[in-house]
């Protein structure tokens, strides 16, 4: 869609710049997405006034963004100064470019570039322009000076380029765009560089001629007098843009009177945030703390947001493999052997906390959460999150786990911290079909009396051998009383629950915790109800596991590892 001047005058726009803003498709009579050519194009072109922010790099671009700009402004000065270098192309073009890319990436809006001179003669320009379309620029500001620039507010009578020079710099930008939309913004500095009101009008007569989709007419006065007289005498001849950074004291409206299309902010965000990092440093030097600090600065939680952390979880589980996408609460609140918690203990060398973590690991699984309860001071392992269920003494196994119901979404595998299994149970946990599913152990059939508790689970039909046989039993029961033909054998604490498996999951613990049970509820309790409303199935295998109750349990497992 090709935007003229004129027609932004007098017909209706076709398309709905909220839509473009939002990357929504258009619903106007040409139904198709709007390009953010084609909303630069419109930002300033219309006749109603529009707004650029100034933005230096990705960050400062989507702030601008969630601010509800329509635009912004890639400002020379900022993006010089982000970098700590002075205004002067002392950052090379395509170092700029480089930041343009990251800006463009972290934002749907629309970018006009501060192109200062266009980095040379016309043919840097014709490159510049065909590089900033590739990377979605949707606009360049050319300025009539000389390379290599100097900011407009610094000393007087800067030299200007030559009218029919930076024409042609002009049209060498326009015959290089490679989206039609593409807008070329001609600054004129004659003010500025005090050459007076009548070159600078015609200085921005030759430009527009020469094919300039608008002028920006800068003034560094602190009254707004000789930017309403250019538009006064310019009479809407095309559409104007200013920056108002030193008569900002004058009403928006006046502009808007005058007729001015567009509004550039051109440094706020780089100098306000320059003012909040002098004041947060100066205080965190002189307190030695963060304490007065914290809470009056962005929380890291809220920089997750901005760069749309979701979406990458959201990705992981789309492209991930099964494993890698899943989250493992390990359950280890309760007792101690030797006054350690059983988790800690040391197995030839690593913590079964360690080992188990280890397993998840090499199943794919990074992401561990684990509930401390009993001597929680010694359980602070590398690479998991904590969960702490402080009264772990008067509460048991579904009370910890509810501590971490935060993390109870998507792929889920609880596990009591005191068990050693070997890998390939895990595996074959994962791979096992259904919504949820525990780890039972056939040989826990032959179990005799040996004065501990053990988890029994009792399926629908007994387990199969037969090589054909692939749906797993469903649970039919668990819990130490439970015998039998249909007895599969010992749940090892270890279960998975898929997505759906979760949520129901969820729904049960709050059921439990409605019911006033959640403080005593332990795992065979939360699975036999599980089992009551929905399908559990079970992965049998043999041995290859235990669990370290008592210190005999552990010299067995010191020979297991
Ligand atoms: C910039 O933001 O780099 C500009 C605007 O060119 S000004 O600093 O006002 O010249
Ligand atoms: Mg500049």
Redesign the pocket.
């Given at each position: 869609m090709k935007f003229s001047y004129e027609a932004a005058v007098t017909d209706t726009p076709e398309i709905s710049l909220s839509a473009a803003v939002s990357g929504e498709k258009s619903v106007g009579p040409m139904a198709r997405p709007v390009s953010r050519f084609a909303t630069l194009r419109e930002v300033l072109t219309s006749q109603t006034l529009s707004f650029l922010m100034?933005s230096h790099n990705g960050m400062s671009a989507k702030i601008a963004e969630e601010a509800g700009f329509q635009a912004i402004?890639a400002?020379?000065?900022?993006?010089?100064a982000s970098m700590g270098l002075r205004?002067s192309n002392e950052a090379s073009w395509t170092q700029v470019l480089e930041v343009l890319e990251y800006m463009a990436d972290a934002v749907k809006v629309p970018i006009l570039v501060?192109g200062?001179t266009g980095y040379g003669n016309f043919n840097s320009v014709r490159r510049l322009v065909r590089k900033l379309g590739e990377r979605g620029i949707a606009g360049v500001?050319i300025?009539d000076k000389l390379f290599p620039k100097t900011?407009?507010?610094i000393g007087e009578g800067q030299p200007l380029a030559d009218i029919e020079e930076f024409c042609g710099r002009i049209r060498a930008a326009k015959d290089s765009q490679i989206n039609d939309d593409f807008c070329v913004v001609a600054?004129v500095e004659a003010l500025?560089s005090g050459r007076g009101m009548d070159e600078a009008l015609r200085r921005a007569e030759a430009y527009h001629a020469a094919g300039a989709d608008s002028i920006l007419i800068?003034s560094?006065l602190a009254s707004p007098n000789e930017i309403l007289e250019f538009t006064e005498r310019w009479g809407r001849r095309s559409p104007l843009v200013i920056?108002p950074?030193?008569y900002y004291a004058t009403p928006t409206d006046a502009f808007r009177r005058a007729g001015v299309n567009a509004i550039?902010w051109?440094?706020h965000l780089m100098r306000s945030s320059i003012t909040a990092m002098r004041e947060t440093a100066a205080r965190i030097r002189e307190d030695e703390s963060l304490m007065e600090v914290e809470g009056r600065v962005t929380s890291v939680k809220d920089i997750f947001r901005i760069t749309a952390n979701d979406e990458l979880e959201a990705a992981e589980r789309r492209y991930l493999p099964a494993g890698a996408q899943s989250r493992a609460i390990i359950l280890a609140a309760s007792g101690g052997i030797d006054g350690q918690p059983k988790c800690m203990v040391d197995i030839r060398g690593k913590s079964l906390l360690r080992r188990q973590m280890d397993a998840f690991g090499a199943a794919g699984i990074r992401q561990v959460g684990i509930v401390r309860g009993y001597g929680k001071a010694a359980v602070t392992p590398v690479g998991a999150e904590l969960f702490d269920n402080d009264r772990f003494d008067d509460t048991n196994e579904v009370y910890s786990l509810a501590t971490a119901h935060e993390r109870l979404q998507g792929e889920v595998l609880v596990s009591y911290g005191d068990v050693l299994f070997r890998n390939y149970i895990l595996t074959g946990l994962l791979s096992t079909p259904g919504d949820i599913v525990i780890a039972v152990d056939s040989l826990g059939r032959f179990v005799g009396e040996d004065g501990r508790v053990h988890d029994f689970v009792a399926g629908d039909r007994a387990p199969s051998a037969d090589y054909l046989e692939e749906t797993p039993p469903d649970l039919v029961s668990i819990g130490p009383d439970v015998k039998g033909e249909r007895l599969a054998g010992e749940w090892i604490g270890l279960v998975r629950f898929s997505p759906v498996g979760t949520e129901w999951l969820r729904e049960e613990i709050e059921l439990l915790r409605a019911e006033g049970l959640i403080e005593t509820a332990d795992m065979p309790v939360l699975l036999s109800r599980l089992a009551a409303r929905h399908p559990v199935k079970l992965y049998v295998f043999s041995g290859h596991w235990l669990d370290v109750d008592t210190a005999p349990d552990l010299a067995e497992a010191r020979n297991f590892a």
């Open positions: 100034e402004w400002s020379g000065l900022t993006i010089s205004d501060d200062d500001c300025e900011n407009s507010f600054r500025i800068h560094k920056v950074t030193m550039i051109a440094n």
